[in-house]
Structure formats: C-alpha cells, structure tokens
C-alpha cells in the first residue's frame, strides 16, 4: 500500500450535464463491487478489458487484507465557499456515515474512540431528545452533554464542565 502522501486520487469536471456523476456512480460501483438485489455483482455485469479485471481483483484482495474497501463521491458546490479542504473533508465524512461538518464529525469519531458512542447516543433518544439534533449543535444541546456527564463522569463532571471541555477541544477548523 502507498503511503497516504501518495495515494493516488482523481477530479472529475465537466460542463453540466456532461456524465460527471453518472462516470463517478459507475466507478464506484466497479470499485467496491457493488452486489444487487438479484445478487450480480458490478463487476460481474461489466465487459472490462483483463488488465483492468485483473487490477479489480487486487484491489479486492487488499481491501480484505485492510479491512474493505471504501470510496467517497460528492459534490463541492457551495460548501467550497470557505475551504476547499473542509469541503471535501465533508464528503469523505459523510461516505462513512459521519457528519460533513468538521467539528460534529470530529466529536462522534471522538465518541467512537472512546467505546461511548453507542451508550451517549442511547442516553440521549432516552431523554426524549433527537441525537442528530443534539450532535448538530452540540455546543448547546443540553441533553448531550447530561449524557456525557453520565457516561464519562471523571471526564465531565458537571453539563457546565462538559460544555468547556468540547468549546476548548473542538477548534472550528482542522490544525
């Protein structure tokens, strides 16, 4: 595997309506092999030259070695506005299920690290409250940090110490 300084990445553009989505659908298809209901497989349905296949192949049987393989797709659009890198940090976020935004994303990762995630965002829906309300304005969801306070007690010891402890250790931006 190459180090991350050179792994190899594409860029897609094109007029509108060019295909650009269509190309990068399909590519990701063929990249992780996607299985359909009637359990054909992409690669399975596409007539690909051996070299490509066998290419397929490989990067299969290293994906089992590194546990799977994952491909993120999205659009910058007006998310690019501020930070390019913020915004294609956010679609590589949320192809795995996370938050686009840095600091939300950033905390459940966090909350995952921890071994927590699941008993905070029980904690939470106990309460009465929407989890992914609660982690978009975590700054200010009091339920969350009731939560945290009850899951990580030596951590947090009170709602008012939790929320200083996630203003200071949540910068806005990457460092």
Known sequence: MLPIAQQPAVWVSGFFGSGKSHLVKILRALWEDTRFPDGATARSLARLPDGIQMLLRELSAE??????????????????SGSVRLALLGVVFRSAGLPGAYPQARLL???????????????????????????????????LHEALVQVKPKLFATPAACLTTLTISTPMFPT
């Open 63 to 80: 994906g089992k070695r590194h546990g799977g393989l994952h491909a993120a797709a999205g659009t910058l659009g007006a998310s690019a």
């Open 109 to 143: 990762m966090w909350l995952r690290s921890e071994g927590i995630l699941e008993e905070v965002h029980r904690v939470v829906e106990a309460s009465g409250c929407d989890w992914e309300e609660e982690v978009d304005n975590f700054l200010v969801a009091e339920s």
